[in-house]
């Protein structure tokens, strides 16, 4: 059921009609259900009009770029690290950038509860990156429920899936106490660390030198010489490689296509995340998949 549409690597999922009216009969998921979702990278043109407004919520969470967004009258910017809930009933509407096209995860849910996980999030929320937000925790339960309709719909599945929504909405919802299980690290651990941790949070996106050294305090120069130095590595091969290797755990775990994966981490195009895996591997990612290759 995932599709490739009109965007490099857009998936989408719209469930039928009597699937959408079997969740509304099931005690279990009635209250909150899911009636579609998807995902479009650096998406030029974008844009959904719903003037008779919306017979659903809609959720938007941006992880790159940025775009408009117009309830009613009221226009706002949704940008990168941030995500809104999209009232039904109302004429709504959204668009991205032409300048930096945005890079977008959305879900269209209803139920009597959607009201409840709408709250809040009537305005574009701060979702920032850091050490103790964990992003990729949130993508990772989007990916699972995508995983799961594409492998086949049943009552099951549905039941599954729309119990792990729930889970995904509240850590926006509560995004001030959605902190991952860790504690805060204490003074002991090293920066370099946390920013080792703030890469792999940040796997979709296209981190620059700068914005590391800048998320450690430190110079670009300082902070380039204290990474070789602890890593024997570069801070940049480095997040290639944590790239590469989340690519190749979608490739054993997922249906995502190679383009599809190409996008959702943030390669320019499937051409070169191809070259990249090949030159990190030593292997295409085609034959990596074919030969089920264990990590």
């Not at 096209?101 to 701060?126: E, R």
């Not at 850590?171 to 902190?179: A, G, I, N, P, W």
């Not at 295409?284 to 990590?295: I, M, N, P, V």
Request: aromatic residues 12%.
């Amino acid at each position: 059921m995932g599709l490739e549409t009109g965007f490099p690597g857009e998936r989408t999922i719209v469930l039928p009609a009597p699937f959408i009216d079997l969740m509304k009969d099931d005690p279990l998921i009635s209250d909150l259900h899911l009636v579609s979702m998807g995902h479009l990278t650096h998406a030029r043109h974008h844009a959904v009009e719903r003037p008779d407004g919306s017979d659903c919520y809609v959720f938007l969470y941006c992880v790159w770029g940025n775009g408009l967004i117009t309830v009613r009258s009221n226009t706002m910017t949704l940008r990168a690290n941030q995500a809104v809930v999209l009232p039904k009933g109302v004429p709504v509407s959204w668009r991205s950038s032409d300048d930096e096209p945005w890079s977008l995860y959305w879900i269209c849910f209803d139920g009597p509860k959607g009201a409840v996980y709408a709250k809040n999030m009537a305005s574009p929320a701060n979702v920032v990156p850091s050490v103790y937000m964990r992003i990729e925790q949130r993508t990772e339960l989007f990916d699972k429920m995508y995983a799961l309709l594409c492998e086949r719909l049943s009552i099951e599945i549905l039941e599954y899936v729309n119990q792990i929504l729930p889970h995904f909405l509240a850590s926006f919802r509560f995004r001030e106490l959605d902190r991952g299980t860790e504690e805060q690290p204490g003074h002991s651990e090293g920066m370099i660390n946390k920013v080792l941790q703030y890469m792999n949070d940040n796997l979709e996106r296209k981190l620059t030198i700068r914005e590391l050294a800048s998320f450690a305090g430190m110079s670009e120069s300082y902070f380039y010489r204290r990474f070789v130095r602890q890593m024997s590595i570069a801070p940049m091969d480095y997040f290639i490689r944590l790239k590469i290797n989340k690519a190749a755990i979608l490739l054993l775990k997922t249906p995502m296509s190679v383009s599809q994966i190409a996008a959702k981490l943030g390669f320019g195009s499937p051409d070169y995340f191809s070259r990249t895996f090949r030159k990190v591997l030593g292997i295409s990612a085609t034959e990596f998949r074919r030969q089920d290759f264990r990590l």
